[in-house]
Every structure is written in C-alpha cells, then in structure tokens.
T-cell receptor, first 115, second 112 residues
C-alpha cells in the first residue's frame, strides 16, 4: 500500500511563482525524502529530512516536516520552466527487519510551470 | 559517467515470452533495488539486494526473478510475460537503509 500521498495531484503555475505541495503519511518514519521525475526519466533525489528535523532548505527548495500531523510540504520558490516535473515524497520507516531499505512512495504531484 | 544504467530503455514483447532487464551502478553502493511504476505513476518496490543478498521481496509473482552477480549489478528476469506486466521498471541503488536512492532512467516494458 502507498505510504505517502501527495496533494495536490496537479499544479499549474507561472514562472516566478512559488509552488507548494504536501505529503501525508500513515506510520512513523525515520526520514522523509522528496524526489523529482522529469518526463521519461528516472527519479532524482532532492532533499532528505530526518524525523527529528522540522525544516530544511536546499537552494530554492524548502521542506517542512510535522511528525505530529504526519505530514510534509515541499516549497519551490521562484519557479522556472525547468521545474516542470512530477514530485514525489517517499518515507523511510527505519531499520526494522520488515521495512529495511524500503522507501514507500506516494503517487506524486505533477507540476507544470509556464513561461 | 552514468551512475545507474539499465538496458534496454524500451522493451516490446508478446505475452508468454521471457525477457531480461539489466542494471549496473558505478557509485560503489551496497544496495540495489527494482521498482515498478504503473500508468498512474505509482512507484512500488519489488526487490532489494544488499551485497548480493536478497533483502526485500515484496510479494512479487515468482515469474519475476532478480539476480545479483555482484554488488554493482542487479538483473531482472521475467518469465511468461502477461499484459499486466506492462509498466516502467526502475533500477536504483543506495548506500543502504535510510539513504537516498539513485535511479536509472527506466525500462518501459510493453506486453502485447
């Protein structure tokens, strides 16, 4: 079953605007990761936030994590046409035998940035 | 300098055939994975190997058989292909549990 669920499913914005997408998950996590997938390509890791962190930045990306609400958000500031892609959150449940190395992905948010 | 490479990129075949997808990583990672992405973009783990040892087998039909000859390679063999096997298959690698994954560019399998 899917662990993470992204919201919205699709997002259309203009260049220069900010894009925000959310991820909710069900079970406790060790860390949460965000990935980008361009059309016809593999997923590319963007940022990892650990369960004891609340916010993380990387360039124009800002990720927040609220473990009490089991949710995370990804903000892309000053978006560019090149940011057009699908964005996925993935949860890592830690080192238990059952979940070792098993990243659970959501269905993604499709972001379209128009010039 | 491709980090995770998988071949072929496209695979079109008929029901009942047997096919293989190959994956190689040059990142020095210990762990490799196969993921399946369906038409709605759901990405689901199939297998994980750590140092050539099977770690995760996620209730995949036994028509799917992974093989890891060494920790830099993880191949996927599929017997008796079915229409429902049509999907994009991604190979990935990492330093282990909790580490970010590095993905290949996928193999689009179409079964007719």
């Amino acid at each position: 079953s899917q662990q993470g669920e992204e919201d919205p499913q699709a997002l259309s914005i203009q260049e220069g605007e900010n894009a925000t997408m959310n991820c909710s998950y069900k079970t406790s996590i060790n860390n949460l990761q965000w990935y980008r997938q361009n059309s016809g390509r593999g997923l590319v890791h963007l940022i990892l936030i650990r369960s004891n962190e609340r916010e993380k930045h990387s360039g124009r990306l800002r990720v927040t994590l609220d473990t009490s609400k089991k949710s995370s958000s990804l903000l892309i500031t000053a978006s560019r046409a090149a940011d057009t892609a699908s964005y996925f959150c993935a949860t890592d449940a830690g080192y238990s035998t059952d979940s070792w190395g098993k990243l659970q992905f959501g269905a993604g948010t499709q972001v379209v940035v128009t010039p | 300098d491709t980090a995770v490479s998988q071949t072929p990129k496209y695979l079109v075949t008929q029901m009942g055939n047997d096919k293989s997808i190959k994956c190689e990583q040059n990142l020095g990672h210990d762990t490799m994975y196969w993921y399946k992405q369906d038409s709605k973009k759901f990405l689901k783990i199939m297998f994980s190997y750590n140092n050539k040892e099977l770690i995760i087998n996620e209730t995949v039909p036994n028509r799917f058989s992974p093989k890891s000859p060494d920790k830099a390679h993880l191949n996927l063999h599929i017997n008796s292909l079915e229409l429902g096997d049509s999907a994009v298959y991604f190979c990935a690698s990492s330093f282990g549990a909790g580490s970010p994954l590095h993905f290949g560019n996928g193999t689009r399998l179409t079964v007719t």
